[in-house]
């Protein structure tokens, strides 16, 4: 494996500012710089908090006894016991097989960032993946892409349920869920490797009864040995853990939807525009009945809160009483999220992809309001992976990935259909028939003069050499095409490889992709790619 640095712009103008230095990080960020000093100050100020280490231990080492977590993952939750103890985190939807590559470049990162801190810190540091298995935006994971025809396809798992449910509370049918899986994988191909996957996909199933449970079955057998702990942000039972900051956040709801609009105008000055939607009026919790997940609305007029459909109110006290009684009953938005993890965990750092890079920086002023500090905000991997047989197609084409990501297949693409749309077979063979006809027709007058009789021959002779013209044409329009569909399946190839529906290969394509291809030892590949350093992409050679 070889790897390889590039410099590539993020998602997110402030993302890439962030990233490279340009943005003016005191503006959106508690620490400026995300160095070894920042780590320590931040260390510092996690050892003068409390948090309720020991229930949300207890919390987490009952869950994960049920997916049958590993001895590493066990024990670091034992250390989450240790008040010395922080954690690296970061998180992301519960997608099905774990989403786009992404995500496991997140996971990476969380989990890198945390050895290299306890080597330097001598504290325990945890690696901990938030799972939001609060998203009931169902679509947004309910599928992966594959290949099938030559064409990029959604492969999605065919559930039932058309409610606005949490991803934590939709079920997964395992009958379905195998059929699902095995279609999957059939359109990787056949490999030495793909018996060991389905064995190990289907093992996850077991005792997966929802969506959270088989991406967190997965993701903590990929990375047993690494210790990863995970949190499912929507299980009921982390709401008795969250239920005192809930209230805190009903009761300065207000507060903490002015400091986003206040934070939002201030970056808008700064040339940045906002990702969070957020109106005068959000409440920035949501209502759940277990079907149906609602976001709050704060009224002014009447001082109540209501869903968005206005069919449920509640005056202050009665969702203050629902927090303390049923806390299960709400869960968290984009704006609360952050500030809930920082409640329930000692962090040290929060792995962010771009996206979260330029809506934290919204989030600024909310964190204090509570006495919170917001942790340091560290970028996830950013990786493409180029296989051999792909570098072969690079190179026939006088392309390197790089040039690729650039957004340079296009333009030589381009320019290969110019060139070959030009090419002068029609011309050539209609000048050909032409001047043949033309020295031809003299034999026939000649002939004629001698003998009228010649007539028929002389006709069916200029015939057949017209007709072997006309094959010698076809033969040879037979071969360009033949050619340039070769030259067309190395574009496609390069293409669907690497810019997948224009989209960058980590947003669209699977780790078990790779995994079926290279063996489970890809992971650990994976694991071994050095640290990002200011933002670099990396190229990984396989």
Same mark, same amino acid.
């Given at each position: 494996m070889e790897v390889r640095d590039i410099s590539l712009p993020a998602a997110t103008k402030l993302a890439a500012d962030y990233i490279t230095g340009a943005f003016p990080a005191e503006r959106g960020f508690a620490y400026a710089r995300v160095d070894d000093e920042a780590f320590r100050r931040r260390l510092s100020y996690l050892q003068e908090k409390t948090y309720a280490r020991r229930p949300l231990a207890d919390y987490l080492r009952a869950y994960h006894r049920r997916l049958g977590a590993g001895a590493k993952t066990m024990g670091n939750i034992e250390r989450l016991s240790d008040e010395r103890s922080v954690v690296v985190v970061g998180g992301q939807q519960a997608g099905l097989l774990t989403g786009p590559l992404y995500t496991i470049y997140k996971i990476i990162t969380i989990i890198r960032l945390a050895k290299e801190q306890e080597e330097k810190l001598g504290v325990p540091v945890v690696p901990l993946f938030w799972i939001a298995g609060e998203d009931h935006d169902i679509a947004e994971i309910n599928h992966v892409y594959v290949v099938e025809g030559g064409e990029v396809k959604k492969a999605v798992y065919?559930?039932? *349920?058309?409610?606005?449910?949490?991803?934590?509370?939709?079920?997964?049918?395992?009958?379905?869920?195998?059929?699902?899986?095995?279609?999957?994988?059939?359109?990787?191909?056949?490999?030495? *490797?793909?018996?060991? #996957?389905?064995?190990?996909?289907?093992?996850?199933?077991?005792?997966?009864?929802?969506?959270?449970?088989?991406?967190?079955?997965?993701?903590?057998?990929?990375?047993?040995?690494?210790?990863?702990?995970?949190?499912?942000?929507?299980?009921?039972?982390?709401?008795?853990?969250?239920?005192?900051?809930?209230?805190?956040?009903?009761?300065?709801?207000?507060?903490?939807?002015?400091? *986003?609009?206040?934070?939002?105008? =201030?970056?808008?000055?700064?040339?940045?525009?906002?990702?969070?939607?957020?109106?005068?009026?959000?409440?920035?919790?949501?209502?759940?009945? $277990?079907?149906?997940?609602?976001? #709050?609305?704060?009224?002014?007029?009447? $001082?109540?809160?209501?869903?968005? &459909? $206005?069919? *449920?109110?509640?005056?202050?006290?009665?969702? #203050?009483?629902?927090?303390?009684?049923?806390?299960?009953?709400?869960?968290?938005?984009?704006?609360?999220?952050?500030?809930?993890?920082?409640?329930?965990?000692?962090?040290?750092?929060?792995?962010?992809?771009?996206?979260?890079?330029?809506?934290?920086?919204?989030?600024?002023?909310?964190?204090?309001?509570?006495?919170?500090?917001?942790?340091?905000?560290?970028?996830?991997?950013?990786?493409?992976?180029?296989?051999?047989? #792909?570098?072969?197609?690079? &190179?026939?084409?006088?392309?390197? &990935? =790089?040039?690729?990501?650039?957004?340079?297949?296009?333009?030589?693409?381009?320019?290969?259909?110019?060139?070959?749309?030009?090419?002068?077979?029609?011309?050539?063979?209609?000048?050909?028939?032409?001047?043949?006809?033309?020295?031809?027709?003299?034999?026939?007058?000649?002939?004629?003069?001698i003998d009228r009789g010649l007539e028929g021959l002389m006709a069916k002779n200029a015939a057949i050499i017209q007709a072997q013209i006309e094959f010698l044409q076809q033969a040879l329009e037979r071969a360009l095409l033949r050619k340039h569909e070769t030259q067309w399946r190395k574009f496609w190839r390069v293409e669907t490889a690497l810019r997948p529906h224009g989209a960058p290969q980590e947003r669209i394509w699977n780790v078990f992709y790779y995994v079926n291809r290279y063996g489970f030892d890809f992971v650990e590949k994976l694991l071994s790619i050095p640290a990002p350093e200011n933002g670099m992409h990396k190229i990984v050679y396989i």
């Open positions: 065919p559930h039932k *349920v058309n409610d606005r449910r949490m991803a934590a509370d939709l079920p997964l049918d395992r009958r379905l869920a195998e059929e699902w899986v095995e279609r999957v994988v059939k359109t990787y191909g056949e490999t030495d *490797v793909t018996n060991e #996957l389905l064995s190990f996909l289907f093992f996850c199933l077991d005792g997966a009864a929802t969506f959270v449970d088989f991406f967190a079955a997965i993701v903590l057998r990929l990375f047993a040995d690494e210790g990863l702990v995970v949190l499912n942000a929507g299980d009921a039972a982390v709401r008795p853990l969250e239920r005192r900051f809930f209230a805190e956040l009903i009761n300065r709801h207000r507060d903490v939807t002015s400091a *986003v609009l206040a934070q939002q105008e =201030a970056l808008r000055t700064l040339g940045y525009a906002p990702l969070i939607e957020i109106g005068p009026d959000a409440a920035n919790l949501f209502y759940y009945d $277990g079907h149906e997940r609602s976001l #709050l609305h704060y009224d002014e007029q009447t $001082g109540r809160f209501r869903t968005k &459909a $206005g069919n *449920v109110v509640w005056t202050k006290e009665e969702l #203050l009483v629902l927090a303390e009684t049923k806390p299960a009953c709400f869960s968290n938005n984009v704006v609360t999220r952050p500030l809930m993890q920082e409640y329930l965990l000692p962090t040290l750092a929060f792995v962010a992809g771009p996206g979260e890079i330029a809506y934290w920086a919204e989030l600024k002023e909310a964190f204090p309001l509570f006495g919170m500090e917001m942790p340091p905000v560290v970028p996830r991997l950013q990786a493409t992976i180029v296989s051999r047989s #792909l570098q072969t197609d690079l &190179a026939d084409l006088g392309l390197e &990935a =790089a040039d690729v990501l650039r957004g340079q297949l296009d333009v030589v693409k381009q320019q290969w259909l110019k060139r070959t749309a030009e090419a002068p077979l029609s011309s050539a063979f209609a000048k050909a028939k032409a001047e043949v006809e033309a020295a031809h027709r003299p034999l026939r007058e000649l002939g004629m003069a």
